[in-house]
């Protein structure tokens, strides 16, 4: 469903002093269906390749193809309506002065789709939440109540991918779960096909069945899930990564401190 060829990102690339190579001869590949995940520390890269597929930045080279189309810089309202991003932060990504009828009405009406009350109330109570949500504002809900408006809002376009960029980061620790389990169910539902960032393990572990790991906008290994959980990477900063998920070892940051 998504494959990334040799794909590089420039910010400033006309300006030689301070161009930012943000992201060098990424490649990996998405089947359909799948939960496929991108980890790494901050400024490792995985947002941006995630905004590039998107469609949301240009200084970008290589080949991005979705569902065996090869896109350009310019993306369809076709191609809009198939992939949808879930964004990091629940509150920023909706209109702080619009009800959430008006959240979710909105892109029906850029993409002149039918517009109805059942169709409005149906994916409400498909995230979890019911008609009494639908004339809220965001500052009225809290933040798990948000997120769920930003799936729904992705998921009324009737998508095939959802490109995921921390979806559970900005929320409280006991939240985190219930949207990660809607998420896994809407997935196996609708047989949507997902791009999950995340710098946390766990979440990845839970959600993923294969995972690429990023450093300094490079891909340094390429593993299964079952890999992660069985704590057998091969590179070093895949081993501290998991390392520095499970708590601090004396020895195992010894011997990785010797393998690089």
């Not at 990996?28 to 930045?57: C, H, N």
């Not at 939440?129 to 408006?149: A, C, D, T």
Request: neutral net charge; contains cysteine; aromatic residues 6%.
């Amino acid at each position: 469903m998504i494959g990334i060829e040799d794909l590089n990102v420039v910010f400033g690339r006309h300006r030689r002093d301070d161009a930012v190579h943000a992201v060098r001869d990424v490649s990996f590949s998405v089947a359909e269906g799948e939960s496929y995940g991108l980890v790494g520390e901050s400024g490792s890269g995985k947002s941006t390749v995630l905004r590039a597929i998107a469609g949301l930045i240009d200084d970008w080279s290589g080949t991005i193809t979705v569902d065996g189309k090869v896109q350009g810089k310019k993306r369809s309202k076709e191609y809009r309506r198939q992939v949808q991003m879930v964004f990091q932060d629940p509150y920023g990504s909706l209109h702080p002065r619009h009800t959430v009828d008006q959240i979710l009405k909105e892109p029906l009406q850029i993409h002149k789709l039918p517009v109805t009350d059942q169709r409005i109330i149906g994916i409400l109570e498909e995230v979890g939440l019911g008609p009494s949500f639908r004339f809220r504002f965001p500052h009225q809900l809290s933040g798990g109540q948000r997120q769920r408006i930003s799936i729904a809002r992705a998921l009324i376009m009737e998508p095939s991918v959802l490109l995921l960029d921390e979806p559970t980061s900005a929320l409280d620790v006991s939240i985190q779960a219930e949207i990660l389990n809607l998420l896994q169910r809407l997935r196996k539902e609708r047989g949507l096909t997902y791009l999950l960032v995340s710098h946390n393990l766990a979440v990845v572990s839970h959600m993923c069945s294969h995972l690429a790991v990023m450093r300094l906008g490079e891909i340094v290994e390429t593993i299964t899930v079952e890999q992660l959980r069985e704590r057998t990477p091969t590179h070093p900063y895949t081993r501290q990564l998991v390392e520095g998920a499970l708590g601090y070892n004396r020895d195992f940051v010894a011997q990785i401190v010797d393998d690089l």
